[in-house]
């Protein structure tokens, strides 16, 4: 059964945080644990070393949603209809006044464009699909990441 998931407990540079989601989506458990699990391993440290702040929350939509892929009329569900993928469109780092945001789509600056390098990469070794801008049109302003079960437990798609 999907879950709603309004925040996640990672690992924090002063101990336990949470990385809220904004609005929460709805996601089946085990894309949430993927997601748990590379916030905390790969978002986290990346966030402190490029801009030595803890990742407080994701932009997000498109947690489970009964449609198919691409929103087309016909073809393949999209792995949104069974809550196994998550389109991430900005990242909050730190809080109060010296929160910042990295936009998916429009990265300020070369510090925010090689986070955002960093954080594909390192979605396409945690996720099976990985896509974002430059994929295709319709993920020009996110970043989709999904669990889909593939041919071989080796094989990812990441563009």
Known sequence: DPVR??????RGSGGAATVSFEPPPLLSCAMAKTLAHWLDSSVQPLARG????????????GGHE????????????????TGQALDIFAFKLGSGAGASQVVVEKPGGLTQNRFLDAVRQSAC??????????????????????????RSRASRFCQ
């Not at 998931?5 to 990672?10: F, Q, S």
């Not at 070794?125 to 669990?147: C, E, K, Q, R």
């Open 66 to 81: 009964c449609r198919r892929r691409n929103r087309a009329s016909a073809g393949p569900l999209s792995e949104h209809a």
């Open 50 to 61: 490029h801009f030595e702040q803890d990742i407080a929350s994701l932009r997000v939509g």
């Open 5 to 10: 998931v309004e925040a996640l407990a990672i």
């Open 125 to 150: 070794g945690a996720f099976m699909t990985t896509l974002g801008p430059g994929s295709d049109a319709a993920h020009a302003n996110h970043l989709h990441v999904d669990i889909q079960e593939r």
